[in-house]
Every structure is written in C-alpha cells, then in structure tokens.
C-alpha cells in the first residue's frame, strides 16, 4: 500500500469520527429534559428590577373608602429563620358578627420583607396555608361564619428571614340606606329606614332621633322599623342609625311636636280682640299654627316657645266656654281650652265673678 493509499484511508476515518459524535450529540439533545420556561417568579430574582405583584383576589368590591375597619390592622413581626409560632387576637364588638366580614392579609406590605410560609388557624381550623399566597402578596378571606362577637384567638404559624412581616385586618362594607319615610313625623308615629344588604337581628341596631333613643320595631335586608320617641324636639332633627357598633350616613327628619295648651291671659275679652295662648310644642313659624275658636280660625300674630299671640275672630259675644282648638304643623294638640267672650276685657287677675277659664281634655 502506497503513502497516498493511507492519507485516503485516515481522511475517512476521521470524516466518519466526526459525523458519529456530531449524531450522538443530537440524540442526547433530543433525550434531555426541556428547560422550565422563566415564571414571573423567577424573573422577579434575576432581573434588576422586579415583576409587580399580581393584584389579591378581593372578595368583595367596595373601595378602601367603602369599607370600615373592625379589628386592626394588625402586623405580625417574624423572628429568627425557622417556623415560629404567636397568637394573635381579633377583637369584635358584640352584635359585629352579624355583618359580612372579610379578612385582609398582606404579606410584607410598605416595602418590608416577605415571609416564605404562612399558616393561620383558628380553634384548630386552618383558614391559610403558604399555598394560598402562591403568586401573591395579599389575599382576602371570607369571615362571617368564622369570626363571633368578642375576641377570636388566631395561631399564626410564620417561616422566613427574621424581619418579615405579615399585617391583618378585618373589614365591613359601610353601612349605606337610601331614605327615611315618612320624611315628616310626630312622637309615636312609625318610621321606615331603607337600605341594602341590611342585617336581620334586631338587636344590632340602636336609632337616636335628636339624641332620643328610639324603639326598633321590626328588621329585614331592606328596611328599618322604628318607632318616633317622645321627648323630641319639633323641627329638623338628626337621625343617628348605629348597626353593631357602626355609624351609617346620617339621615334627617322633621319631627311634629304634640302641643299642649295651659290656658290664656284672659278671663274675659270680646270678639276681633288680642289674647296670649300659653303652652308648648307650638311651631317655630305663626302660619304653621292653626288657631280655632268654635271651628272658626283666627289669625296668629306672634309665636314664642311658649305662647301665641292670636286675634280674636268675629264670633258673637258674649257667650261662654267657646272652645279653642291648636294644630302645629297638622299636629293635634292633646288638650283645648274654653274662652268666654264678653262685652269687656278682663285680664286675669281681675275678679268678675262666674267667668273661669278651663281645660278640656
């Protein structure tokens, strides 16, 4: 065999070398695992700038500025790098129970470190496991059948770097009614509040209307049935409607005071005379008070808190025991009073004999 014989022979078998390691590489590329594709996890550690944090699946719909804070917020300071173990305490007002409750949980909010894993049990009932944070920095949890009246113990269960941190709190939608019915109403009549999503206990509710405490009649989801309380000034009075320890928007009322008469300046007066009316619970404005003398109405000139200058109208006189009868803004007075009229005025303090002034219940 020739020397250009061998340089053929060795050409080849390198040639063929090559090609089979070429092969066996692709096979081996072809039999490896594929590589896991990149999570915004993953990115959020190897890029220099950080994913976003996914927003928390929010329950319920209302914005911060709907909600009210029952219990907290609270934050729970992890120590050491192992699983640590602290209890923490939810403190509702009785009745509180009764509202929807959602639970906010936010794992290492305001820039603070993250704990790994989070664990949080109540009377031995896990409500939270690490798992339901996955992809998360804060979720919100369902509480109107765990949470009662009085104060809840928590076992919160953390693991991370000393320093995480993880903040709860538990929150309500505010209270919201819509109107109040009659807009107008006097000591003892029945009023309606509606609104939505209204608890069903009664004893959840507590109503002042200008400062007086007012009687719950009846509950639903959609309204309120109280009854007027006596004692309320007459007017514009607020409503203050407190369910389970929160306030609601105010709500306002005009309240028809029940008047009541004492009696006159006036033993005895003529016909198209002046004469004062004593009493209370008359209306703030002379055309809301109704003046008759045996049904025939007379002009009132002046009102005080406690009298009304009336005129007289054209009865015949003299006659005794003409009865005076009041309505202040549609309200009945609980009582009339009897007025003789005469040929002569006489002021009380005067003696005339038989003329009296007297009530008539």
């Known amino acids: 065999m020739n020397r250009k014989s061998i340089r053929n022979g060795v050409t080849t078998c390198l040639a063929l070398s090559a090609l089979g390691l070429l092969a066996n590489q692709a096979l081996a590329q072809q039999a490896a695992p594929k590589a896991a594709p990149q999570t915004a996890a993953t990115q959020s550690k ?74 949080i049990f109540i009377n031995g ?38 320093g995480s941190t993880l903040t709860w709190v538990v929150t309500t939608p505010k209270i919201k009614v819509s109107e109040i019915k009659p807009d107008l109403a006097a000591p003892g009549d029945k009023v309606t509040i509606s609104g939505k ?40 009075q607020s409503v203050d409607l407190t369910i389970a320890g929160v306030k609601s928007d105010q709500l306002f009322i ?31 404005n002379a055309n809301d008070n109704v003046v008759t003398f045996n049904g025939l109405q007379a002009t009132v000139s002046r009102v005080t808190d406690t009298s ?6 054209n009865l015949d006189f003299p006659q005794d025991g003409v009865v005076i009868k009041l309505k202040a803004m549609g309200v009945e007075a609980k009582n009339s009073l009897k007025q003789d009229l005469s040929m002569r005025t006489i002021p009380k303090g005067e003696s005339i004999g038989p003329g009296t002034v007297t009530f008539q219940e």
């Open 254 to 284: 005009k309240v028809k005071v029940v008047p009541e008469l004492s009696g006159t300046n006036m033993v005895a007066c003529p016909a198209n005379s002046p004469i004062t009316i004593y009493g209370k619970g008359f209306a703030k």
């Open 46 to 119: 190897t890029s220099k700038t950080p994913a976003p944090a996914q927003p928390a699946p929010v329950q319920q719909t209302q914005a911060p500025a709907d909600l009210v804070a029952l219990a907290g917020p609270t934050t729970i300071t992890h120590v050491g790098n192992n699983w640590k173990s602290s209890m923490s305490t939810v403190s509702l007002k009785q009745g509180q129970d009764v509202l929807p409750l959602t639970m906010t949980l936010n794992n290492g909010a305001d820039g603070k470190l993250k704990l790994k894993g989070i664990r």
């Open 125 to 162: 009932r896990r409500i939270i496991s690490e798992a339901d944070f996955k992809g998360k920095d804060s979720i919100s949890l369902n509480m109107s059948d765990i949470l009662a009246g009085g104060d809840t113990q928590m076992e919160v269960q953390t693991y991370g770097s000393s």
């Open 308 to 313: 009304l200058e009336v005129m007289v109208p």
């Open 197 to 236: 999503n209204l608890p069903k206990t009664a004893s959840a509710y507590q109503i002042a209307v200008g400062k007086k405490s007012a009687t719950i009649d009846s509950v639903t989801d959609k309204q309120i049935n109280f009854t007027m309380p006596a004692g309320v000034e007459g007017g514009k």
